[in-house]
């Protein structure tokens, strides 16, 4: 079974940087992909980016393209370095596993970790 958990949130003034991190365990997650997706209260989680190991590239949703880099370097951690960083960036910070690679849907997702906060302030 496959367990991932977050860290790295926290407050950071408008233009400032963070980066949140994601490690995962189970013996299948070098097969699996990797993705950060977000969500504000009372909207829907929405994706981010998304990375692989042994298949399947590096995708960021265009809000993000340029500001955030995911990165993997190693198959059970990834890490999302957000710069630039805008107060509607705020939200709880997800990661999750998929077997599509690229895939920027939630439902194709699975093994949710608790999230980590993120607050950017004006």
């Known amino acids: 079974q496959v367990q991932v958990e977050e860290s790295g949130g926290g407050t950071v003034e408008t233009g400032g940087s963070l980066t949140l991190s994601c490690a995962a365990s189970?013996?299948?997650?070098?097969?699996?992909?990797m993705g950060w997706f977000r969500q504000v209260p009372g909207r829907e989680r929405e994706f981010v980016a998304t990375?692989?190991?042994?298949?399947?590239?590096i995708y960021y949703a265009d809000s993000v393209k340029g500001r955030f880099t995911i990165s993997r370097p190693s198959a059970s951690m990834a890490y999302l370095q957000m710069n630039s960083l805008k107060p509607e960036d705020t939200a709880i910070y997800y990661c999750?596993?998929?077997?599509?690679?690229?895939?920027?849907?939630?439902?194709?997702?699975?093994?949710w970790g608790q999230g980590t906060q993120v607050t950017v302030s004006s």
């Open positions: 999750a596993t998929t077997t599509y690679p690229g895939s920027s849907m939630v439902g194709r997702y699975k093994n």
């Open positions: 189970g013996r299948t997650i070098s097969s699996l992909s």
């Open positions: 990375i692989g190991w042994s298949s399947g590239g």
